[in-house]
């Protein structure tokens, strides 16, 4: 919190209160809950699942997410359930040798304003239902409400399952990678196109583990790797390996990319996206056998039946976010692969922009001019981000050879520009991080309201000069039907 610098000048209450619907209990929805409640609106979430289970496994929380959470009042909360890493260590995956490191905290936190931090998706998910519980004006959260329908105006009413229909001010569709809501921005010849949002494999599936301390006992080197608060990233022919501790030091959270088996190519396409879905531990350890001691026995201490294993997928990006009053957001909008880390940190970008966008407007009219300025700050750089990964995954996958040692060589000195490792990289750093959306998403309502302000000065200022006209013709001002004219064309200026 020490790293934590902020001058942003944003008054979270809105000029215009709305009934604001929200379909999905995720991170982004919940956060999106958070700060459009903290604004004062009215906020409704509607879920399928019939219960919000501490499902999932760690996420990083980079800084342009968490001066956004700061702002929400909630960050304090969040790490002291965090880990804060100080480094990246990049190693071989042959014979654990470090390749390279890439400075994380404190230097990125005075770098950004914000610190840097790992958690487990459960903590995040707790801490913001424990703020949203404690808020002056209270957010209803419906479970076991799965919405089928969005009303063909899209005029943010929805159809649930059970028959009812509801209405607000506005819909956002936070329900996640798995969206049944995306199918409404896609346009009716874009629906029609089978192949046209269809998810692309990337060729890579994940395993996901968390291994407790008490499966460590009696291995100094593991032990280590969980005492200390360094990302690890081994990296070798075809996969990679990102593992770090979380819960205080008290689990080590590791995913493993690797070659998507054939058969899964085959597997219902909204299972094969799920990371939920069981894996095997058997196959794991077979497909990472070749690899050093220090990961095997790491894979070893992995409790069994608890290997979750996922279909890595790309997204086309959509032709819109928005329609009508309605907004798609988080991994509905933009669905992130793991490369580059920022799946829960663009749906609180996106959370953020939101509160900030809807809190200026002066009535509900200017709803579908709001969500037009939310989409010019954020699909752009959301779906920059989102494409990034397969460069990141061709980069890390490399098989050995003189394109692996030129890589390496680049590596060594990590962090500096033009790291081949996007997440180890300055400049995209910069980009990722650096980036304030909330303060972006002002400027450009600003900008506009300034635009508005010029054109209404000069419709005023031609309907002046027209009146002028017209007294040079018939009189001046020391008349009384003249100066009458000319304050009748003023107001009607004023008012245009």
């Not at 390279?100 to 913001?128: F, N, W």
């Amino acid at each position: 919190m020490d790293s934590l610098k902020d001058n942003l000048n944003w008054h979270p209450k809105a000029r215009t209160p709305l009934n604001i619907l929200i379909i999905g209990a995720g991170i982004t929805g919940l956060t999106s809950a958070l700060a459009l409640s903290l604004s004062g609106h009215r906020v409704t979430i509607y879920e399928a699942a019939n219960s919000l289970t501490e499902i999932g496994a760690g996420l990083q929380i980079a800084p342009n997410a968490s001066r956004i959470l700061a702002r929400l009042g909630i960050l304090g909360d969040v790490m002291e359930k965090a880990n804060v890493l100080e480094h990246l260590s990049l190693r071989r995956w042959k014979d654990d040798s470090e390749i390279g490191t890439a400075p994380l905290m404190p230097g990125v936190g005075e770098k950004y304003g914000a610190p840097l931090c790992v958690i487990h998706r459960g903590d995040l998910q707790s801490t913001l239902l424990k703020a949203l519980a404690s808020l002056p004006i209270p957010v209803e959260i419906h479970l076991g409400k799965r919405v089928i329908a969005i009303h063909p105006n899209f005029d943010a009413s929805i159809k649930l399952e059970s028959g009812e229909l509801v209405s607000g001010d506005i819909l956002i569709c936070a329900d996640g990678v798995k969206s049944s809501m995306r199918q409404y921005f896609l346009g009716h010849e874009a629906r029609n196109r089978d192949n046209k949002a269809r998810p692309i494999p990337t060729g890579d599936a994940a395993y996901r583990v968390l291994i407790p301390r008490s499966q460590l006992v009696g291995d100094q080197r593991a032990l280590e790797l969980l005492n200390s608060n360094v990302g690890m990233r081994w990296m070798g022919p075809g996969g990679h390996i990102m593992a770090y501790p979380i819960r205080n030091n008290e689990m080590y959270n590791v995913v493993l990319l690797h070659p998507q088996k054939k058969q899964g190519r085959q597997l219902n396409g909204a299972d094969d996206e799920s990371w939920t879905r069981k894996g095997s531990k058997k196959e794991m350890l077979e497909w990472y056998a070749g690899w050093n001691d220090t990961v095997k026995s790491l894979l070893s201490y992995v409790p069994d039946g608890d290997v979750a294993e996922w279909n890595l997928h790309s997204h086309p990006p959509l032709p819109t976010w928005i329609n009508g009053k309605c907004v798609l957001v988080g991994d509905a909008a933009h669905p992130m692969l793991p490369y580059v880390a920022q799946g829960a940190a663009q749906g609180i970008e996106d959370a953020g922009a939101l509160a900030c966008v809807l809190s200026k407007l002066d009535s509900v009219d200017q709803i579908e001019s709001a969500l037009n300025v939310f989409q010019a700050v954020r699909k752009e750089r959301a779906e920059k981000i989102q494409s990034s990964a397969s460069a990141t995954r061709q980069v890390l996958h490399l098989p050995d050879g003189e394109e692996q040692r030129v890589r390496d060589q680049r590596m060594r000195g990590a962090g500096k520009p033009k790291n081949p490792d996007l997440w180890a990289d300055e400049q995209w750093q910069q980009y990722m991080w650096g980036v304030d959306v909330m303060r972006e998403v002002l400027e450009a309502w600003e900008a506009i309201a300034v635009s508005a302000r010029l054109e209404k000065l000069a419709t005023t200022s031609l309907i002046v000069l027209k009146a002028l006209g017209s007294i040079g013709s018939h009189g001046d001002f020391n008349e009384p039907a003249t100066y009458s004219t000319l304050v009748d064309c003023e107001v009607q200026g004023a008012r245009s």
